[in-house]
């Protein structure tokens, strides 16, 4: 995985296990036989090449036996009331005994990147990553990325992973309006309906579309509602250049403080989101969920692993801990449709009651999912106009 022995040496002066210290754990014989197999010739205390399957290190349990010889796992940007992290970071760390240092719980996909880069060879780097697809292209060109793909690896849909294992979709939602009823009268249901001057300061994105892929979804969708399509974002960057004009759109990120305090009436973000805001704050306000009758827009967000992990075996169980049908129904119950969500649902996996508390489907017939040649694309047009025409910039 490293470039030069220099940088391999590096790694494993930062993780703490050499060769002899893998070769006096009790990971069996077939462990071994791997490592000894990888270790470049005449680099006697060399880290080996990092496994890109469970396979490779003899199965699952040796890869457990591994991780938790670490002891830890470093995540990076994942809010526990966000697609119900709290609970899947606590029941990880229930079942193998490995503590997780989740660092900058609200950052954006570009400050994960930016964070694998600065904290590069220190102890408290991330070890995985959560980010929009468009930043998942970007880090695995930049090698930020390292392979490895998951035992349930063939349930995953095509579309929502890299070939070669180097990302892969763990669950996806629709952009929607979210609404505090305790301070806005009627609920928006279409895209045009957000320029009523009833709405005066009080639209708001989930962070800045150049950094956020929840806001960059926002304006994917509004472009898909003003004539756009999923090869011109430019209507959505325009629509938000005229809610901003007109006085609607605040530049305030949303976030669950901002909805609890009433500072931001009306969320544009991620379905699963605002639904788990119905839940979160009920008996305080009354919040309303509703997907637009126009610009129904959907995407995925991307698990990956550092090519720097401080903790790479860890970093590789996390991953089977996710992608497992436990890993995936914690993600639904957080209102989240993970990845392997049909898989699933045909072999009836999915208890009835969760089946019960999701949205109806009948909106979800409309959602548009853009690929990864439109992502970059739109990415650009974003980085290049959201500037000048709506941050002012």
């Known amino acids: 995985m490293r470039e030069e022995s220099a940088k391999v040496f590096e790694w ?41 399957s469970a396979a490779e290190v003899g199965g699952l349990e040796k890869l457990i036996a591994l991780a938790k010889r670490e002891g830890r796992l470093n995540t990076i940007a994942l809010p526990p009331d966000w697609a119900n992290y709290g609970e899947i970071m606590q029941r990880f760390t229930q079942k193998y005994g490995i503590r997780i240092n989740n660092a ?16 590069k060879g220190q102890r408290r780097a991330p070890d995985v990553l959560d980010i929009g697809p468009s930043f998942a292209i970007q880090a695995k060109e930049e090698g930020l990325l390292a392979p490895y793909k998951v035992q349930t690896w063939a349930t995953i849909p095509a579309s929502m992973k890299d070939p070669d294992g180097y990302w892969v979709g763990d669950y996806f939602g629709v952009i929607a309006f979210g609404v505090n009823r305790n301070v806005v009268k009627t609920t928006p249901k279409r895209w045009a309906d957000l320029k009523k001057p009833d709405y005066k300061g009080k639209i708001a994105l989930n962070g800045d579309p150049r950094r956020a892929a929840a806001a960059f979804g926002g304006v994917w969708a509004a472009a898909l509602a003003n004539g756009g399509s999923l090869d011109d974002i430019t209507p959505g960057i325009e629509f938000f250049a005229e809610l901003k004009k007109l006085g609607n759109f605040i530049p305030v990120d949303a976030t669950p403080a901002t909805v609890q305090s009433g500072q931001t009436p009306i969320t544009i973000d991620w379905d699963y989101l605002q639904l788990g805001y119905s839940k979160e704050f009920a008996g305080k306000l009354t919040w309303e969920v509703q997907v637009p009758e126009d610009g129904v827009f959907g995407n995925y967000y991307c698990q990956a692993i550092s090519a720097y992990a401080p903790n790479p075996y860890a970093a590789r169980l996390w991953q089977e ?9 914690l993600w639904l119950k957080g209102f989240a449709h993970p990845a392997r969500f049909e898989d699933l649902l045909r072999r009836n996996a999915i208890p009835r009651d ?36 709506v941050a002012g910039q």
Do not use: C, H, M
């Open 104 to 119: 900058s719980p609200n950052a954006s996909s570009a400050e994960e990147l930016q964070a694998v880069r600065s904290l």
């Open 12 to 52: 494993l002066q930062d993780t703490l296990v050499t060769r002899r210290q893998v070769l006096r754990a009790s990971v069996g014989f077939a462990a071994t036989a791997w490592l000894l197999r990888v270790l470049p010739a005449g680099v006697a205390d060399a880290a080996p090449a990092l496994p890109r």
């Open 354 to 389: 969760l089946l019960a508390k999701l949205p109806p489907a009948e909106p979800y017939k409309r959602v548009r999912f853009p690929t990864l040649e439109q992502t970059k694309k739109a990415q650009q047009t974003v980085a290049k106009l959201w500037g000048p025409k």
């Open 321 to 329: 801990f996710l992608y497992s049908d436990e890993g995936q129904l």
